[in-house]
């Protein structure tokens, strides 16, 4: 048994998203962004114990890399492999020499649609989470409430918070001791934790080069 902490996956507007993008209620998908990002840095939380989190040797990335691999997870989770990427990863305070604060990657997947996956540890607050444009409607997540709209829906406008969602699902490491229990549960694949890692180590060497790379 496998599985990787990617908690937006139990998410209700999340879950109802991927659910809608399979049934084609959002037609031909064009694009989609989206974004998690914290104000860690400002608070100073990795001033103490959780300090080896700034020191690249020992966690691997810096903020891009630690906290953008959860909208890079959902983007994929909704839309496939990532053929090539291309991104701008920096630091603004400089207050942890060596370690980058926050970035962006511009995704192509291999089904067509252009990605937008924005992450960090220097923002005041994370506004937009999500947005989704196709040629049949498009998806908003503003506030933490989902604005939702589509021509083949009844009732979905975009006007108002979309209520219909699914039940919230338990948290990855829940999921995974339930599996030790015997229950079927939805883990995150090894495959997919390792597609993931491969995309964003991609995006830090296109940050670095300045130019696109292809995914392996």
């Given at each position: 048994l496998y599985t990787c902490g990617y908690f937006m996956r139990t998410l209700p507007a999340h879950i109802f998203l991927k659910q809608e993008i399979a049934a084609g209620h959002l037609g031909q998908i064009s694009r989609a962004r989206a974004s998690f990002a914290q104000s860690v840095v400002l608070d100073g939380i990795f001033d103490k114990e959780a300090r080896w989190m700034v020191d690249p040797k020992q966690?691997?990335?810096?903020?891009?890399?630690?906290?953008?691999?959860?909208?890079?997870?959902?983007?994929?989770?909704?839309?496939?492999?990532?053929?090539?990427?291309?991104?701008?990863?920096?630091?603004?305070?400089?207050?942890?020499?060596?370690?980058?604060?926050?970035?962006?990657?511009?995704?192509?997947?291999?089904?067509?649609?252009?990605?937008?996956?924005?992450?960090?540890?220097?923002?005041?607050?994370?506004?937009?989470?999500l947005q989704i444009t196709g040629t049949e409607g498009h998806a908003l997540i503003y506030r933490g409430q989902l604005f939702y709209k589509s021509r083949k829906v009844e009732g979905a406008d975009g006007t108002r918070p979309w209520r219909a969602l699914p039940e919230l699902q338990s948290a990855p490491i829940i999921q995974f001791l339930d599996a030790l229990a015997g229950q079927k549960m939805p883990l995150v694949p090894p495959r997919e934790a390792a597609a993931r890692v491969a995309v964003m180590e991609a995006a830090y060497r296109a940050a670095r080069e300045r130019t696109w790379v292809k995914v392996a």
């Amino acid at each position: 048994l496998y599985t990787c902490g990617y908690f937006m996956r139990t998410l209700p507007a999340h879950i109802f998203l991927k659910q809608e993008i399979a049934a084609g209620h959002l037609g031909q998908i064009s694009r989609a962004r989206a974004s998690f990002a914290q104000s860690v840095v400002l608070d100073g939380i990795f001033d103490k114990e959780a300090r080896w989190m700034v020191d690249p040797k020992q966690a691997g990335f810096g903020g891009f890399g630690d906290i953008g691999t959860h909208p890079l997870d959902l983007l994929m989770w909704f839309f496939g492999d990532v053929e090539s990427v291309t991104a701008e990863v920096r630091s603004i305070t400089y207050r942890y020499p060596g370690c980058d604060e926050c970035g962006e990657a511009l995704l192509r997947f291999k089904n067509g649609v252009i990605g937008t996956v924005a992450g960090g540890w220097i923002d005041l607050e994370d506004l937009v989470r999500l947005q989704i444009t196709g040629t049949e409607g498009h998806a908003l997540i503003y506030r933490g409430q989902l604005f939702y709209k589509s021509r083949k829906v009844e009732g979905a406008d975009g006007t108002r918070p979309w209520r219909a969602l699914p039940e919230l699902q338990s948290a990855p490491i829940i999921q995974f001791l339930d599996a030790l229990a015997g229950q079927k549960m939805p883990l995150v694949p090894p495959r997919e934790a390792a597609a993931r890692v491969a995309v964003m180590e991609a995006a830090y060497r296109a940050a670095r080069e300045r130019t696109w790379v292809k995914v392996a």
